[in-house]
């Protein structure tokens, strides 16, 4: 457990843990049942940003502040995703055109756009919640956007025909690690917002399987492209139901 939480550490976040810990296909995917509690740990991180930043700067400043500790700590590896897959959404007509452009490492217009308005939206959405319930946001929101992560591997095929990062979670991420990823993600999201946390954690998972089966229909199944901007894009649907909620 340990080391499966150690890889899914290392490799969802800019944390070092060690040069030597064994990371195969297999193991790699094992970690996603893990993936949740490193949420946890990001959650932590930008609490800790988030108390800081509040006791010496406006609380929309300490806001911002947050989002861009998100950003760093994660080493924009789930903004990278929504970039490529709106580029390739935007520029593709059949499934290998959208593929194509999906790997380029270039940058579109419509992924600038959809960058911008993601992270504009988290920004506003956190100052919108209220300060007695900016803790527990901090901490539930990049769990289930992990957690979104761990469904589309566990529940759909990988696109491509070739190789990629991804097609190891696809491949050997099954039940178990969806089951796992799922008990932690309900116990931590139930646990601090109780009846809530039901409804939140049902919306979260609804709509990470509509994505799912939307990019199934679209070009045979998901990529490690597809599995960031769904990250990203529960990020802000977590924040926007909170403010729902409660603003």
Same mark, same amino acid.
């Given at each position: ?8 550490? +290392? ?18 995917? $094992? ?6 509690? !490193? ?7 930008? *609490? $800790? ?22 950003? =760093? #700590? ?11 897959? !709106? ?9 290998? @055109?959208?593929l ?5 490492? +270039? ?5 600038? =756009? ?16 209220? !300060?007695d319930?900016?803790? @527990? ?8 956007? @992990?957690?979104?992560? #761990? ?15 991804? +097609?190891?979670f696809? +491949?050997?991420?099954g ?13 931590? =999201? ?6 809530? %946390? ?13 994505? $799912? ?6 070009? %045979?199944? #998901?990529? $490690?492209d597809?599995? %960031?901007? *769904?990250?990203?894009? #529960?990020e802000v649907?977590t ?9």
């Open positions: 457990m340990i080391r499966g939480f150690l890889r899914a550490l +290392q490799f969802l976040t800019i944390i070092r843990v060690s040069k030597d810990i064994e990371m195969t296909e297999k193991q790699l995917a $094992g970690s996603m049942a893990y993936f949740p509690l !490193v949420g946890l740990v990001v959650g932590l991180i930008l *609490a $800790g940003v988030w108390y800081a930043a509040d006791t010496v700067l406006p609380s929309s400043v300490a806001d911002v502040m947050v989002i861009i500790t998100l950003v =760093v #700590v994660a080493g924009s590896l789930h903004l990278d995703g929504l970039a490529d897959t !709106v580029d390739g959404l935007a520029g593709g007509k059949d499934p290998e @055109r959208i194509s452009i999906m790997r380029d490492s +270039q940058i579109g217009s419509f992924a600038v =756009v959809a960058l911008i308005l993601a992270i504009l939206l988290k920004v506003i959405a956190l100052i919108e919640v209220p !300060v319930m900016k803790y @527990r946001t901090l901490l539930v929101m990049p769990v289930l956007g @992990r957690w979104s992560t #761990v469904q589309l591997a566990s529940c759909f095929r990988y696109a491509r025909s070739g190789h990629g990062v991804a +097609q190891a696809t +491949q050997f991420a039940k178990q690690e969806f089951l796992v990823s799922s008990l932690i993600t309900a116990t931590i =999201v139930i646990g601090f917002f109780l009846w809530h %946390g039901v409804l939140i954690v049902a919306i979260i998972g609804g709509f990470t399987m509509l994505f $799912g089966l939307f990019f199934k229909r679209r070009i %045979g199944g #998901v990529t $490690g597809i599995m %960031g901007a *769904a990250c990203e894009l #529960v649907i924040l926007l139901l909170l403010c729902a909620l409660f603003a």
